[in-house]
């Protein structure tokens, strides 16, 4: 089974720019999350989506913060503009049917604001 | 809300001792628990969950924790330490009935090292 995956691996921008992630969930599952981990910090909850439908966005910066799921499959994660404590890895997580079911991680986008 | 408190950002034990990592958790409803393991520069990895069946929870590479509720607690164990086992370990909540928002809140984590 292929594992969730993630692009681009490594980003490095420049304050008040844009970046855009995208991140591409194992085949069938519903549920989509995106997290922010901050270096030395636990990752952070920003987005839920059940299929394309947002669940929960109670976390995300929306000023400068979006997120889409179109189709129900591929994500894609924006900011901006971005600042510097943005830096951070952003990963991805996808699940069958939520927690009972478990969550699938892949290996994260690290962003570099400079 | 829920919340996790790790106790000990860093943990260090010599090779082949017990490895002890502390997880308590805040919840007003009975949680599905967590956790994880971390290598550098990798996503996370998950070792084992307790989803409300068995409150003694096996998972891979010969970690277990065990769910006490009296206690709200979730220690991660492991009877003998290996060398491969330095990283980074992560204990995380989620709501089984929070209406679909399913997302995990994690504990700040803990720094396993293992001393030769």
């Known amino acids: 089974e292929a594992g969730v995956a993630q692009s681009p691996r490594y980003k490095i921008i420049e304050k008040r720019q844009s970046v855009a992630f995208w991140c591409n969930p194992i085949?069938?599952?519903?549920?989509l999350y995106w997290y922010q981990q901050i270096l030395g910090q636990g990752p952070k909850l920003l987005i839920q989506f059940q299929n394309n439908g947002v669940v929960d966005d109670s976390q995300l910066p929306k000023d400068r913060f979006s997120a889409e799921r179109l189709k129900g499959v591929d994500s894609t994660l924006k900011i901006q503009p971005a600042k510097l404590e943005d830096s951070a890895v952003y990963l991805c997580?996808?699940?069958?049917?939520?927690?009972?079911?478990?969550?699938?991680f892949g290996s994260g986008t690290r962003l570099t604001v400079v | 809300a829920q919340s996790v408190t790790q106790l000990g950002s860093h943990v260090s034990v010599s090779e082949g001792a017990l490895v002890l990592l502390r997880c308590n958790y805040s919840?007003?409803?009975?949680?599905?628990l967590f956790w994880y393991v971390q290598y550098p520069n990798q996503g996370l990895q998950l070792l084992l969950k307790y989803t409300s069946a068995a409150t003694l929870v096996k998972g891979i590479n010969g970690f277990e924790a065990e769910f006490k509720k009296s206690e709200t607690s979730f220690h991660l164990t492991k009877p003998s330490a290996h060398m491969s086992d330095a990283a980074e370990y992560f204990c995380?909540?989620?709501?089984?009935?929070?209406?679909?928002?399913?997302?995990?809140?994690f504990g700040k984590g803990t720094h396993l090292i293992i001393q030769p």
């Open positions: 997580a996808s699940s069958p049917m939520g927690g009972g079911s478990g969550y699938t």
């Open positions: 085949s069938g599952h519903a549920t």
């Open positions: 995380a909540v989620s709501d089984p009935l929070g209406g679909g928002a399913d997302g995990l809140t």
């Open positions: 919840s007003s409803v009975p949680p599905y």
